[in-house]
């Protein structure tokens, strides 16, 4: 069965267009335009009230939340970028509450300032705001510098979601001013990741430029 994913060439739905990309999921991309308002759409919020991309819809399941999304996509495929063993599970969703709470809002902060604001017309970049989040990135940058070591991936030789949604706005790192090249380990796995295909180019051919 086909399912639908909308989504927009934005910072989360790029994670969960690169999974289905990966897997060659069975999904019909349906772009919903932000600058349109076209997630504030009333039948656009009958899905998610939260007016957010990406959304699924896989038969009677409407799914929200970008990191649910991509399990549940793994998981349907009998993938293990979604691991089986409990205690691998339990090690994604460590870098997955991570990346939530710790790290990508840091880093999606100078996506917006340097990505979003001028793709949408927001105004300057907030000086402030940006000097906060450089400095916080710096700290988990270094930490994730420190565990990746010699590792492959977060969870050692095996890709998972994890690394997708760590690495989300990673591809934007030098429009959006993230220090990733500062942090030589940090550097090599995301290189490790642009590899992929659909790391590299996730959104549909019909999209237009990514911002």
Not at 11 to 33: E, F
Not at 107 to 131: C, K, M, N, S
Request: net charge neutral; glycine share 6%; hydrophobic share 50%.
């Amino acid at each position: 069965m086909t399912m639908q994913l909308y989504y927009s060439d934005t910072m989360m739905p790029r994670k969960v267009c690169a999974l289905a990309r990966h897997l060659g999921s069975p999904v019909t991309y349906i772009a919903v335009d932000l600058g349109a308002g076209g997630h504030k759409a009333p039948d656009f919020l009958a899905m998610n009230p939260n007016g957010k991309v990406p959304v699924l819809v896989d038969g009677d399941l409407v799914l929200w939340e970008s990191d649910a999304i991509m399990m549940h996509l793994a998981a349907r495929a009998g993938s293990p970028l979604w691991p089986a063993a409990a205690d691998r599970q339990v090690e994604v969703m460590r870098w997955l509450s991570w990346a939530a709470h710790e790290f990508n809002p840091k880093t999606g902060t100078l996506y917006f300032e340097h990505v979003i604001r001028p793709y949408f017309g927001l105004g300057p970049v907030d000086a402030a705001a940006e000097a906060s989040a450089i400095k916080a990135c710096r700290r988990h940058l270094g930490l994730l510098d420190s565990h990746l070591g010699d590792r492959a991936y977060l969870l050692g030789p095996d890709l998972t979601i994890a690394d997708f949604s760590v690495a989300v706005t990673l591809p934007w790192a030098e429009k959006a001013r993230i220090p990733v090249t500062d942090f030589p380990a940090v550097s090599r796995w995301h290189d490790r990741l642009m590899q992929l295909d659909a790391w590299r180019d996730p959104f549909p051919k019909a999209a237009a430029a990514a911002a």
